[in-house]
């Protein structure tokens, strides 16, 4: 026992030097903590801000509910865009339109050929004869892109024009 304090009076400048750079330490992980800790609480207390007393717990569960009601809302959006997207290809959607001279002695470009389809390429073809002693308006039905009446060079013409649109 003797031996042991011999050691620690002979050591102890060391010791006391050593315990109190120790303590510093200690002393700057303190105020490191402390500033932490103060950080936290202002997180914390603008976290709680306008909360108007009510528990965070219930404001975030309401939050959750407005976001799953948004959610089935823009699902129902897209529902609704997929079906009008289908029932639009079943509208006039395709239309192309070709002036012409069908006689000689017409002066201008009075006949004209319409042809107006919907994205499945069905529709009419209208065509309008001018000539100096009478006018003639045919119509042909267009299924899939065909006509099962026989078409002109100007009726071909805008059929094709209007199913490459």
């Known amino acids: 026992m003797e031996n042991i ?5 002979e050591y102890s400048s060391f010791i006391i030097i050593g315990l109190l750079i120790i303590t510093i330490l200690l002393f700057i992980v303190v105020i490191s903590l402390y500033s932490s800790v103060n950080k936290l609480e202002k997180k914390y207390r603008r976290l709680m801000r306008g909360s108007n007393n009510k528990n965070l717990e ?62 499945y390429n069905d529709g009419i ?29 100007e009726e071909t013409y805008v059929l094709n024009e209007a199913i490459n649109k």
């Open 5 to 9: 304090l011999n050691i620690i009076n």
């Open 58 to 119: 219930e404001l975030i569960a309401s939050k959750l509910e407005e976001i799953d009601k948004s959610m089935k809302a823009s699902e129902e959006a897209l529902n609704k865009y997929e079906d009008l997207k289908e029932e639009m290809k079943s509208c006039v959607n395709k239309i192309a339109i070709m002036r012409y001279k069908a006689f000689e002695d017409v002066g201008s470009d009075l006949s004209f050929s319409i042809a107006i389809l919907d994205s």
């Open 125 to 153: 073809i209208l065509t309008g004869i001018y000539s100096r002693q009478d006018s003639r308006t045919y119509a042909k039905p267009v299924d899939k892109g065909i006509s099962r009446y026989e078409l002109s060079e």
